[in-house]
């Protein structure tokens, strides 16, 4: 038990303890108490002042606390009542209409404005009211005019349906043309504002504005109509018409009473002339149907013509709001200008087909010839290689013999005459094969050094002969190329070196250039003027050929750039006058494959040597060629059986009933088996015997043949070198 009630104020508390001091007080002045309670309650009543005093102090902090938490709070209070006014002042001045929606989408307040121009609901604008009672207040107002088509709920439903969007602005059109642009934002607190502005003025001045500027599109439209060219009118969407110029009147052939606005498209179809004819695939009922479609409308293109006297390139097209337009070009110049140049075309294909059947029939009577002269060439190179061989083989049969000083000059002279023979003919057989297209290259790797050393055997005597430095420069590198018409190619170059040059030096040798090398040939000739260069490589050209070069036909550089050019191989020509001329062909080098052996030639037997008891079956067709091949055989000491051809050799083999020692036969024998059918023949019947074919032709596929046989091949014309080499085999 306590004497302080701990629920009565401390200004209640401190009276009663005040009052229990002051008793006590009196009490203990009052008695005496030598027991010492008197001084006990003194000392509880000094305790309670103390109490009292301390309760004291802090009710007075306490209220001093109170005092100024309530002073704070007037202050505040006050300040808010002020930002309130302030925010309300701030709010009423805002020259558009105001409303704060809260959170939960309760109206907190507005402002004058909002909403001023709907005045049957202005005054239900109160706070507290749900956004969407707001909504329905105002879709209700007899003052919404709702766009066309639409109902008071499904623009409430719109305008709700953009308030769960964050931001929105759209515009309100009232009556009387009045138009209030609505703007929607988000607060911070997820609250919302929403403002409305008065455009009623932006919207009559534009609105004014697009007039204006539609007035003066029409007048640009209308001006810019009559200023084409083309004919064109314009429809709207019920195919009625609502612009156009004068020219497609004209064009149409239409009196211009008849075109009038608001004219139908039907109308306007049906007065066309009746000779008026549509291409295209188009129709005047096709052309009404697509018109009558009032979407979906694609292009059309199509052409309108009136006989030939007028042809119009007609072009239609849909417009986004549903018409169409269609516009019409006189294309009549063109037309007819293409019509002319048809016709003309037609009469120059008739022309350059009967030209082209007329170059067509030269062509091949060109091809004709070409063939025939190279058949021709030939034929006649063969024909005379046949008395060449001859010729020399006789003259090999009076080299033995002992002439006079004047009979050697002359054999001499014989010998070298029937060579240069030899060398026009193989240029001729050359040409033609080249020039034909019929010869064919056997690519294979080349040792240039033979090449290079053999053309210095045979060159070296010409150039002492003439006092000319001839200098070869050996090498030992490998090509990749055909070894015949290369040898024929260098010794062309480096021989009208030699011929050519008539003091100075001659050089051949090789320059390395990556995978290739480029032989070059050196003199210190003439040299070849510039305007000479391309003459030179024509069949049959020479330019200032000194005495000592008049042999030849002037064959050799043809022959060069024709070969070069079959095998893909650059030719390449320096010439200064005066000074000298370069030539220089490139070809690649071979892949680094083994060397294979050089074939070991029999040497010939030393003179005096003869074979005897030999017997060589010589089947040759050409009578001449035969019995010089004879003396010749029998001089070397052989016993010789000649017959004319294959029949006749089987014959007399079934006749003499002997094997003979070695064959000489001539591929061109006529009627009949060729040489190596009867070389076949021979050895299917008496085995393995030596042979030699002997031939003038110098096509790939017989050496293919005498390879495959294992027979050699002897190429005319023959001299006694090939005939010793021939025998040494047998003895």
Known sequence: MTLINTADSLERQNEKLLRITQSLMRRVEQQQDPSGLAYAQFERAALLEDQVRSRTRDLERALDLLHDSNLQLEHASAETEAARANLADAIEAVNEGFALFDSQDHLVLTNSRFCQDMRDIADQLKPGLPFDGYVDLVSQSAYLALPQGETRLTWAMQRKSLHRKNNAMFNVRLTQDLWLQVSERRTASNGTVVLQTDVTDLIRLERKERARLQNKQARL??????????????????????????????????????????????????????????????????????????????????????GTALTLDA???????????????????????????????????????????????????????NASKSRFVAAASHDLLQPLSAAKLFLGTLSGEALSPV?????????????????????????????????????????????????????????????????VMPTSARVETDPSYLRRILQNLLGNAVRYTQQGKVLMGLRRQGEAVRIEVWDTGPGIADEHRDMIFREFSRVDAPASASEGLGLGLAIVDRACAGLGLPLDLRSEPGRGTVFSVTVPLASRAPRSATPRIPRPPPPGVMVQGRVVFLVENDTDLRRALTLSLEGMGADVIDVANARDALDLLDELEITPDALMLDEDLGPGMTGCELFSEITDRYGPIPARIISAQRAPALHTRCATLGVPLLSKPLDAGDLEVFLSELA
């Open 221 to 306: 439209i209308a001006a810019t109509l009559e200023h084409l060219a083309q004919g064109v009118c314009i429809f709207d969407d019920d195919a009625r018409l609502i612009g156009w110029n004068a020219r497609v009147a004209e064009l149409l052939r239409l009196p211009l009473t008849r075109v009038q606005r608001g004219a139908p498209f039907r109308t306007l179809i049906d007065q066309l002339p009746e000779d008026f004819t549509l291409s295209h695939g188009m129709s005047r009922k096709r052309l009404l149907d697509w018109a009558g479609r009032p979407t979906r409308r694609g292009a059309l293109r199509f052409e309108a013509a009136q």
């Open 315 to 369: 072009f239609a097209q849909g417009l986004p709001d549903g018409g169409f337009v269609i516009s019409f070009t006189d294309v009549t110049a063109e037309r007819n200008a293409a019509r002319a140049l048809q016709e003309m075309n037609e009469r120059l294909e008739a022309r350059v087909a009967e030209r082209t059947t007329e170059l067509a029939s030269a062509l091949a009577e060109a091809e004709r010839a």
């Open 407 to 471: 009979g050697d000059e002359t054999l001499g002279k014989i010998s070298s005459a029937l060579g240069s023979l030899e060398h026009i003919i193989e240029a001729l057989l050359d040409m033609s094969k080249l020039d034909s297209g019929r010869a064919a290259f056997d690519i294979r790797p080349v040792d240039l050094g033979q090449i290079f050393t053999a053309l210095d055997t045979q060159l070296e005597p010409l150039a002492a002969q003439k006092g000319l430095d001839l200098k």
